[in-house]
């Protein structure tokens, strides 16, 4: 098995300290790949390629079209390769092939939606208040980039990043979940590929207290961006005041999904599955907290129960399975947890709460899907984030309710509401404090639209053109076409 290695430099490197990290496949804890374990002192060497590609390089004032030509071309090998990449996925964090594929899908999309429009802003002229001038704006890259992603779309997350900060002329030093580094080492060959020159962008294998750590406080480094848990999230906050860096922070989501009575009742209940049960529920906007109008509250959690409890756990690679186990044994104790703590505050489980007892499935770290109900907004399951298949259920009779009950919590990254009333999904929407809000909708997202969160979800957006924007400084230019003496000294 070839050790997956760091980039840095054009150059494939193993670790300055020889250590190595094993990967593990979350359904049998078989190891996968052995990868260098990167450190400070790797990462202060990227860093350095970085800051040199940026400052003595021509990245940064490469046409636009041309950066934007890369790009694409990073999209193309995506489309190319997406069948391995895909695979890659699916062994190093579970889910399914058929689900990686749509990632892939998706992936390729965020490379060609900012190759499209990476060369389409050329500045803004003003109107300027002084006469004979000229005044102008320009966006210009921000300089040398962190970019710090999690295991839960590895890939998807580490595209949200790579594709805006390279068309806008920025140099980066990427690094991924020590978990799940595998199809981010395969997307730099594909970098390596499309031509990119030496150092601009570097990619630095190893643990978030090390190498992470080390991008947050070397003062060579101009941004961070930064996609996690909320604690890491305040932790890198804090570490990038040492030179003030700009910061992205894509923190943590307990994501509302309120269903009036009113609502198509099937599609609601099918799409409140899927919206907390994809990938078993790791994902950031998972709609986990599910608020129902009292009075369908019953028919809705049976509609759901004999649902939920017939979900297919197993390998991802099987075409038959729908849910895969989760990342970690640590993560997978840290779900057990969480359930145990909402049984103790009075929450009753209604499916689920333990381990599946299939003898198949004892060598993979899976959760059966759970749905507690009897929840109040002040149980900390309903208020943390739990990051598994867990769905709790609360209660509503009123629209202010609904809205005061969906509001009630320290994130805002996204929530749904379930309505045939179109002008009552409109006054919902409209309180909501949230990042995303989806009408008859959940967990729907493209590059076209921002992705990000209110409140402690997060600082600053991706995708969209905010996301490419995060990349970029807005430089004024006053130019005086008639200068003279002011006279005023
Ligand atoms: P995590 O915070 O544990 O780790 C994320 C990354 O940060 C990893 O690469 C890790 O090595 C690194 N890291 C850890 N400590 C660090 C430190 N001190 N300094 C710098 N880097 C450090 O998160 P996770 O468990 O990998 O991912 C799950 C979390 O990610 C969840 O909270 C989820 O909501 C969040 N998430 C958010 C979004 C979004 O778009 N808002 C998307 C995906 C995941």
Known sequence: MPLKKMFIDGQWV???????RTILNPYNQETIATAAEGDQTDAKQAIAAARRAFDQGDWPNTPATERASHVRKIAELIERD???LAELESLDTGKTV??????M???????????EIGDKDGGEMIDSPIPNSVSKVVRE???VCGQITPWNYPLLQASWKLAPALVTGNTLVMKPSEITPLTTVKVFELIEEAGFPAGVANLVLGAGNTVGAELSNNTDVDLISFTGGIETGKKIMQAASINVKK?????????PNVVFADADFETAVDQAMNAVFFHAGQICSAGTRLIIEESIHDKFVAALTERVQNIKLGSGFEETTQMGPLISAEHLAKVEHYVETGKQEGAKVVV??????APELQNGFFYLPTIFTDCTSDMKVVQDEGFGPVITVETFQTEDEAIKLANDSIYGLAGGVWTNDIVKAE????KMRMGTVWINEFNLYFPHAPWGGFKQSGIGRELGKPGLEEYTETKHIFHNLDPKPINWF
Do not use: M, W
């Not at 193993?14 to 190595?20: D, L, N, R, Y």
């Not at 058929?98 to 990632?103: A, H, M, Q, Y």
């Not at 910061?247 to 994501?255: D, I, P």
């Open 427 to 430: 006054r919902c929407v409209a």
């Open 105 to 115: 899908d998706d992936i390729a999309g965020v490379f060609h939606y900012y190759a």
């Open 141 to 143: 890259p921000v300089g």
């Open 352 to 357: 689920g709460g333990k381990r599946p007892e």
């Open 14 to 20: 193993e670790a300055t300290s020889g250590q190595t």
């Open 82 to 84: 997406k069948q391995e």
């Open 247 to 255: 910061l992205a922070l894509e923190l943590g989501g307990k994501n």
């Open 98 to 103: 058929e689900e990686s594929l749509v990632d």
